[in-house]
């Protein structure tokens, strides 16, 4: 009865978690229970039955009965004479045989060969280029990383990566959805496959370097996919990505715009040098100072803050472009002048001398102002006081004469009475 309820239990286990097998080539999934029939055996005992075991756990053939303990939880025999692995792995490959003896004598012999795999998650295409180059041939770039952002004109089109998966499976490019064979011209592709020493899984990568034909699709849809290294299984798709083509354009002149203009500036001011070179793609500016290059990361403009004795010198840029080669551009001359002094000079040094002109005009306009309003109130002040000196001098003079006047009227009268 007891054992009747453990066989029970166990055909409900393996009904719900593995899969009975009696094929002889027989393929599992890491991490699964696998369960191998003993064909002949009685199913239950007493059973005359042993299993044999050449595999990765097993130095050579390893011998396990149902009498026998069992192999910890690597592998046991179960009241039916099936022999069960709890969790398949990697080690767990290799082949297993049974050899059971019926109740009538009769000897069975079952031989099984053991694969196992896991399936990967789904494959990324790990920094996609957003833009390439049609016509530019391919540049071998050295990078540190999987992180750094790379030039559409050296082909680089992305690294496609897929992490877990046993066996290794392969990994492949698509182009408008039909494969890209790599031809060592055009299309070139650097594969790498490493093992996980812990887990014993791959991570399979693969870079993809692609030189596109002028005149061709201006919007290419690139995809990559892993397939799986063991029959009947489905391949999985990275999500697709569309750089933009860009045709090559020739590289035009070459001109440096300097500011201020003329290239003179006062001790301390401000030079900004821009080198205009319209290509495309856009080409790699580096600096030149008396001849001699400076060591400045590529960059179309060049600031000169606090300029001092120093910075005086002739400049110019050289342009690079992947197809068209390097062209420089006339040189221009950074001079130091005093402030003041007259010159061809404009921009910043003509706006500081104009700035400093209109001030001395307004201070003198101001004090011109104010003197002639000065005068005019004294003019006043002197024109008031001499109106108040007159007003007097006329009173006076007023009233002597009518003292005068009263004088000679009793005179008169006199003279006339004695007349008389």
Known sequence: MAAGATAGTWVLVLSLWGAVVGGQNITARIGEPLVLNCKGAPKKPPQQLEWKLNTGRTEAWKILSPQGSPWDSVARVLPNGSLLLPAIGIQDEGTFRCRATNRHGKETKSNYRVRVYQIPGKPEILDPASELMAGVPNKVVERSGRSRKWCCECGYVGTCVSEGSYPEGTLSWHLDGKPLIPDGKGVSVKEQIRRNPETGLFTLQSELMVTPAQGGNAHPTFSCSFSPGIPRRRALNTAPIQPIVWEPVPLEEVRLVVEPEGGAVVRGGTVTLTCEAPAQPPPQIHWVKDGMPLPLPPSPILLLPEVGPQDQGTYSCVATHPSHGSQESPAVSISITETGEEGPTTG?????????????????????????????????????????????????????????????????????????
Do not use: D
């Open 348 to 420: 910043s040094v003509g706006g500081s001398g104009l700035g400093t002109l209109a001030l001395v005009l307004g201070i003198l306009g101001g004090l011109g102002i104010t003197a002639l309003l000065i005068g005019i109130i004294m003019w006043r002040r002197r024109r008031r006081q001499g109106e108040e000196r007159k007003a007097p001098e006329n009173q006076e003079e007023e009233e002597e004469r009518a003292e005068l006047n009263q004088s000679e009227e009793p005179e008169a009268a006199e003279s006339g009475t004695g007349g008389s």
